[in-house]
T-cell receptor, first 112, second 115 residues
Framework: QKEVEQNSGPLSVPEGAIASLNCTYS??????FFWYRQYSGKSPELIMS????GDKEDGRFTAQLNKASQYVSLLIRDSQPSDSATYLC????????????FGKGTHLIIQP | EAGVAQSPRYKIIEKRQSVAFWCNPI?????LYWYQQILGQGPKLLIQ????????DSQLPKDRFSAERLKGVDSTLKIQPAKLEDSAVYLC?????????????FGSGTRLTVV
């Protein structure tokens, strides 16, 4: 069974600063990685995906992948109060199907 | 395009009762998933359908949970009998094809409370 580990937080970051969210995974064979954002009482929404080692940038979001260390992170630049949410890391469950295995999520609070 | 539709939004039942949830995926999406999200945890995959066939139901508690997707479009998930630990949000998601590595879209979910 694949495992995805995240610090549950809460992680408190002042407005305008960089928020750094981390995730480790157990399966060295994982090839794709996803970050979902979930507001309280809402369903998860995909914000970033990454497949190759290195960085991938999309607006204020940067995903970083290090397969050797089995580590993926999400950076949010110029954090806004609207970024306050739970951020879920996910990897494909594998085994021929493509459901996702999620971490427990990190609760991020952006302080105005 | 219309999103993934789920109903009902909320449901409260007593333990040992039965309950059913409905999901209508995005038009043309062949793959449909049901996830269970317990408060404070990430979603857990219960079952994956490809058209009307089951691809993965390894984490579905088959003694009490069942799901079907008869015509390869909408799907129902049933719990009978419900237990207190089944209290969770049940999320449906769909994607165009199997092995779609671009992630997928979730519906708004059904919040189940078992008392």
């Amino acid at each position: 069974q694949k495992e995805v580990e995240q610090n549950s937080g809460p992680l408190s970051v002042p407005e305008g600063a960089i928020a750094s969210l981390n995730c480790t995974y157990s399966d060295r064979g994982s090839q794709s990685f996803f970050w979902y954002r979930q507001y309280s009482g809402k369903s998860p929404e995909l914000i970033m995906s990454i497949y190759s080692n290195g960085d991938k940038e999309d607006g204020r979001f940067t995903a970083q992948l290090n397969k050797a260390s089995q580590y993926v992170s999400l950076l949010i630049r110029d954090s806004q109060p609207s970024d306050s949410a739970t951020y879920l890391c996910a990897v494909p469950s594998g085994g021929g199907a493509d459901g996702l295995t999620f971490g427990k999520g990190t609760h991020l609070i952006i302080q105005p | 395009e219309a999103g993934v539709a789920q109903s009902p939004r909320y449901k409260i039942i007593e333990k040992r009762q039965s309950v059913a949830f409905w999901c209508n995926p995005i038009s043309g999406h062949a793959t449909l998933y049901w996830y269970q999200q317990i408060l404070g945890q990430g979603p857990k995959l219960l079952i994956q359908f490809q058209n009307n066939g089951v691809v993965d139901d390894s984490q579905l508690p088959k003694d009490r949970f069942s799901a079907e997707r008869l015509k390869g479009v909408d799907s129902t998930l049933k719990i009978q009998p419900a237990k207190l630990e089944d209290s969770a949000v049940y999320l449906c998601a769909s994607s165009f094809g199997q092995n779609d590595n671009y992630g997928y879209t979730f519906g708004s979910g059904t919040r189940l409370t078992v008392v």
